[in-house]
């Protein structure tokens, strides 16, 4: 027998996953590129953004996620009218999304190596060209194994956004699970859980080898 229930939950963590994995992608990435090229050293140079950036980044980070969702409760009733409900809980996930793979992108253009830069400059090409055609090609591999790391971190976020009407897969397992006494039902959770996580761990991965052997061969 199917649980309705359950699937309108995995549903609901899929969606509070998928928006901060859009942000994360179209959002962290630039904010990485800014933080990694006005950087001390680097080709842009600028302490009085890459400052505010870093701020931003290690603020967020460094923030227990519960507590962060409270304190944005004020702005996210702001900008949706309510602080309750599907949607609104993305809004904070989408926030730590950013940040934390802005870090991560950050990290693997860190890694690319530096000639690739120096003959980027050398070719006369255009921030945008060494980010674009330079950058991003290199690092490509690294990034798709930390935005694998970030979606299963953000389906731990997932988890708590019960508490602000959220939904998801962790407030069906405290409703109808732990809070019924029913601790058979968390353990099937918890097993549902470990399986997609596996199952995005095992994608990401075989998706990062791939394309770590295709920047090889050319």
Request: net charge positive.
């Amino acid at each position: 027998m199917i649980d309705t229930e359950l699937l309108i939950a995995i549903n609901d963590t899929f969606i509070m996953v998928l928006i901060p994995t859009i942000c994360a992608v179209f959002l962290g990435i630039p904010l990485g590129a800014v933080v990694f090229l006005t950087d001390k050293g680097s080709i842009k140079e600028n302490k009085f953004i890459n400052i505010p950036c870093n701020i931003y980044i290690n603020v967020v980070r460094s923030f227990p996620f519960l507590i962060f969702v409270v304190i944005l409760i004020p702005l996210t009733r702001l900008i949706f009218g309510t602080a309750f409900g599907l949607f609104p809980a993305s809004f904070p996930i989408c926030f730590v999304a950013v940040a934390l793979y802005a870090r991560f992108t950050e990290q693997s253009f860190y890694d690319v190596n530096s000639g690739i830069i120096d003959a980027a400059l050398s070719m006369k090409a255009s921030v945008f060209q060494i980010v674009w055609h330079f950058l991003l090609v290199e690092a490509r591999s690294s990034l798709v194994l930390g935005l694998t790391s970030a979606i299963i971190s953000f389906i731990s976020y997932s988890t708590v956004m019960g508490v602000v009407g959220g939904g998801g897969i962790g407030d069906y397992a405290m409703r109808y699970g732990y809070n019924e006494y029913n601790y058979a039902l968390v353990y099937r959770v918890v097993t549902i859980m470990i399986i997609i996580v596996f199952s995005i761990q095992i994608i990401g991965n075989r998706i990062s080898k791939n394309l770590d052997k295709k920047r090889r061969i050319y």
